[in-house]
């Protein structure tokens, strides 16, 4: 916000007619991203990602290099359905809990701990709501859900394969012991109606956003809606989950930060020309041939994400 402040100050972004259209970009995508983040929360607190986890550790009779590539594949699962961050918000202390109930070493632990973290980042990319970018990119080209999912499934599976196999050489192969004793602990569910409800609760929603997608409906007004049912359904089981704590907990500091990082980029993209010099870059690249521009656009966008945070670079290049 102090970013945005000085913008407005310097005249690098004209005030009040230009927020006024910044928000009108990024209200969808941040409600929606809040939503779904307290959707986690409510699951996460009822006890569902150690019901699914202690399932995936059941599945591995014993066997470490299981373990390490079901803790890769669950990760990429709540990527996609719970946004990276929600997923990686939940998962990172619920797989640190179960690997130290075993015996795998603790220098191994960062093992587990990267590779989660490293593939709700590349796995959130088949549905609008597995990543605010998503949400950003397909509001502003109107994009319906059914439409991004069938373009970003192919992208999805290739994501999550090639970086399944990058993070067992890098970070599995030969550092973790063969097989592994677990100890688990006692049940500590809160709330095992809400642990049921998770799975059809998400399979019912994302049906709704497929079925509304014909219509144009802003994803919030569907998710919103949806996620406040949810939690008022959880507060309602007699204090088990506590919703109050989950709702101030839930990240509302993203509605700020949204504004204020937009209103920056906003500035620099469209009034400030930096939009057309990767207009340009990208005119230069395409005359290289399909493929080759692929690949190089591709090599373009990931520094420069690795550079100034994928947020702000989704602006950029989405402003014409």
């Known amino acids: 916000m102090i970013g945005a402040a000085l913008a407005l100050l310097a005249g690098i972004t004209p005030p009040l007619r230009d927020v006024a259209t910044v928000w009108g970009i990024v209200w969808d995508s941040t409600f929606t991203f809040v939503a779904i983040v307290v959707m986690s929360l409510v699951f996460d607190e009822a006890g569902f990602f150690e019901h699914i986890s202690k399932r995936v550790e059941a599945m591995t009779h014993g066997s470490t290099r299981k373990l390490f590539t079901y803790n890769i594949l669950l990760g990429a699962a709540v990527s996609a359905l719970f946004s990276n961050d929600g997923g990686g918000l939940v998962l990172t202390p619920i797989i640190y809990s179960v690997i130290r109930r075993t015996d795998i070493p603790a220098h191994r632990y960062l093992a587990f701990i990267m590779s989660t973290q490293f593939i709700t980042d590349t796995a959130s990319i088949p549905f609008v709501i597995s990543n605010l970018v998503n949400i950003i990119g397909s509001t502003y080209f109107s994009i319906t859900f059914l439409q991004y999912f069938l373009h970003m499934f192919l992208p999805f599976a290739t994501s999550v394969l090639s970086s399944l196999a990058m993070l067992y050489l890098v970070l599995g192969r030969g550092g973790l012991p063969e097989r ?18 998770a799975i059809p609760f998400m399979a019912s929603l994302i049906a709704v956003y497929f079925a509304t997608s014909f219509l144009n409906v802003p994803v919030a007004f569907i998710a919103v809606p949806a996620v406040a049912g949810l939690a008022g359904y959880a507060a309602a089981r007699g204090g088990r989950i506590s919703v109050s704590r989950i709702l101030r907990e839930a990240p509302w500091q993203i509605i700020v930060f949204s504004l204020g990082m937009f209103i920056v980029v906003y500035g620099l993209g469209g009034n400030s020309g930096m939009t057309q010099y990767l207009a340009y870059a990208l005119s230069r690249i395409q005359a290289t041939g399909p493929v080759a521009s692929t690949v190089l656009s591709g090599y373009m966008f990931a520094g420069m994400a690795g550079l100034m945070n994928n947020l702000p670079l989704c602006s950029l290049a989405t402003w014409p």
């Open 180 to 197: 592994f004793h677990y100890t688990p602990p006692a049940d500590t569910y809160k709330d095992e109606r809400v642990i049921a409800l």
